[in-house]
Nanobody, 125 residues
Framework: VQLQASGGGLVQAGGSLRLSCAVS????????MGWFRQAPGKEREFVSS????????YYGDSVKGRFTISRDGAKNTVSLQLNNLKPEDTAVYYC???????????????????WGQGTQVTVSS
């Protein structure tokens, strides 16, 4: 399984970006896909995830109402729309794939089996 993240860049505060994660080697339908981020000197932080055939979504408290996760089963991709970006959103964003999961560990990076290479998001003030 390989994950390829793209879409990062430099944007001013209040701006928007759209991240994409293309998955090859396994279908994403019915499984757990997540986005995490890591800023310099900080631990990897849960951002959002989408799971199951119904596409149930979860968001970290710091991004609720600003970020939206979605998936395209036909293209085997997961996207993350980032709106109203803030300087504190600056980080490397990683997509991740979990073949098994429990609802209690969705936000735990250790739950995920496969990771993309990361894409840099920089928000200037």
């Amino acid at each position: 399984v390989q994950l390829q993240a793209s879409g990062g860049g430099l944007v001013q505060a209040g701006g928007s970006l759209r991240l994409s994660c293309a998955v090859s080697g396994r279908t994403i339908n019915g499984y757990l896909m997540g986005w995490f981020r890591q800023a310099p000197g900080k631990e990897r932080e849960f951002v959002s995830s989408i799971r199951g055939l119904g596409g149930i979504t979860y968001y970290g408290d710091s991004v609720k109402g600003r970020f939206t996760i979605s998936r395209d089963g036909a293209k085997n991709t997961v996207s993350l729309q980032l709106n109203n970006l803030k300087p504190e959103d600056t980080a490397v964003y990683y997509c991740a794939f979990a073949t098994t999961y429990s609802r209690n560990t969705i936000m735990n990076p250790g739950q995920y089996d496969y990771w993309g290479q990361g894409t840099q998001v920089t928000v200037s003030s």
